[in-house]
Each structure stands twice: as C-alpha cells, then as structure tokens.
C-alpha cells in the first residue's frame, strides 16, 4: 500500500526567511509525487509535480521541491518565504503501476509566515 | 477556462437524513473524483470515474454512500442515511484524458457538510 507522512502539523517562518516542509512516501514502484495548497474554504490548488528527470522540481508561486529516492522525500522549499503563503500544505503520492492510480495525501502541513 | 463547480457550499443535516452533493468538471475532463476530507485530515479518495465508468470504489462506503456521473459529465454524490461521523468537505476533482498517470488533479471549492 502507498502512504505519505508528513511529520510536522505545523511550521512557522518569518517573511523573508527560507521554508521547507516535510515529506516523505512510501510506495511498491516508482513514484509520481504532488504538491498542493489548500487557502481557506478553498479547494486544493496544484503546486507542482515530480514525473521523472531532474530531482529538483520548480512550480507556482516560487515553490520549489527535492526529490531524494534514497530517503524517500520530497521536501517543499522556497527561498524567500511571504505572508500570502501561509495556507495549508498536501503531499500525494501515485504509485504508477496501481490499478487506477490512486492519489493518497499526507495529512497536512499548516505553513504560518510572520511578518 | 472555468474550474470544478460544486454545489451546495455548505450543508447542515440531521443523522439518518439523506443529502446529494453536485459536481460539474471542467470541461472536456474525462476523469473524475470524490473525495472526503475530514477537519485536519488530508483528502481521502472516495470514487473516481473514466467517462462514465467506476475505475475506483474500493475506499466508498457502499452501505450508505452511492455516486453516479450519467452521461460521463456532472456527477452527484449521495449520502443516505448520514451519520455523524460523515461530517466532513466532499471535495470534487477532474483531470484530462490521455495523459496517464503523471497528470494533476483540479479540484472543486468543496461541500461542507455538518451532521448534528
């Protein structure tokens, strides 16, 4: 079975500073791995997407993420964090050889930027 | 192009009722999902439809939740009867065809359902 963990319910970053958060997954095969970003009663939006090819992956709204196959990980960073980032972070993982390639989520990450 | 539409936005019920939720994908999407997302929980696949077609119910409570997307389109969730742990935001989401496995999903604004 295929599951995500995200290990910190919550993380806080001053404006201007640096940001990451956490992920790892565990899959049979290989994996296609999701980032997305849940702003109050809203939808999920798509951050960005590891298929194959370059570890490091870039997407919206200056998002990047680091594919690492050794520690299973798929870690969401960005250089400068802003106060509009703060939402409510997903990791998915899609195990690509399963019938119907299910998404499983992580639990969520809640990202708080301070002024 | 417009997004996933749901409707309602927000349901309150009382257990053992019966409550549908709509979706409208966007359009020329031929997949589609339900999910449930639990306060402070991630979302958690229900469905998914390839046109019209069931390609994945294996996490759907049979029991008491049924799903239909007629004419590989709108799709309606229902829940009968509720209880009280199906308070939850039904999530509905749609990705295009022929793009196998490496494509997103986009997902609707939800329905916030509270059983009392």
């Known amino acids: 079975a295929q599951s995500v963990a995200q290990p910190e319910d919550q993380v806080n970053v001053a404006e201007g500073n640096p940001l990451t958060v956490k992920c790892t997954y565990s899959?049979?095969?290989?994996?296609?791995l999701f980032w997305y970003v849940q702003y109050p009663n809203r939808g999920l939006q798509f951050l960005l997407k590891?298929?194959?090819?370059?570890?490091l992956v870039k997407g919206s709204y200056g998002f990047e993420a680091e594919f690492n196959k050794s520690q299973t990980s798929f870690h969401l960073k960005k250089p400068s964090a802003l106060v509009s980032d703060s939402a409510l972070y997903f990791c998915?993982?899609?195990?690509?050889?399963?019938?119907?390639?299910?998404?499983?989520f992580g639990g969520g990450t809640r990202l708080m930027v301070k002024p | 192009e417009a997004g996933v539409a749901q409707s309602p936005r927000y349901k309150i019920i009382e257990k053992r009722q019966s409550v549908a939720f709509w979706c409208n994908p966007i359009?020329?999407?031929?997949?589609l999902y339900w999910y449930q997302q639990i306060l402070g929980q991630g979302p958690k696949l229900l469905i998914q439809?390839?046109?019209?077609?069931?390609?994945?119910d294996s996490q759907l409570p049979k029991d008491r939740f049924s799903a239909e997307r007629l004419k590989g389109v709108d799709s309606t969730l229902k829940i009968q009867p509720a209880k009280l742990e199906d308070s939850a935001v039904y999530l509905c989401?749609?990705?295009?065809?022929?793009?196998?496995?490496?494509?997103?999903?986009?997902f609707g604004p939800g329905t916030r359902l509270t059983v009392t």
């Open positions: 899959v049979s095969g290989n994996p296609y």
């Open positions: 359009s020329g999407h031929a997949t």
């Open positions: 590891y298929i194959t090819g370059d570890n």
């Open positions: 998915a993982v899609r195990d690509i050889i399963r019938a119907g390639n299910m998404l499983t």
């Open positions: 989401a749609s990705s295009p065809p022929g793009r196998g496995a490496s494509y997103e999903q986009y």
């Open positions: 439809f390839q046109n019209n077609g069931v390609v994945d």
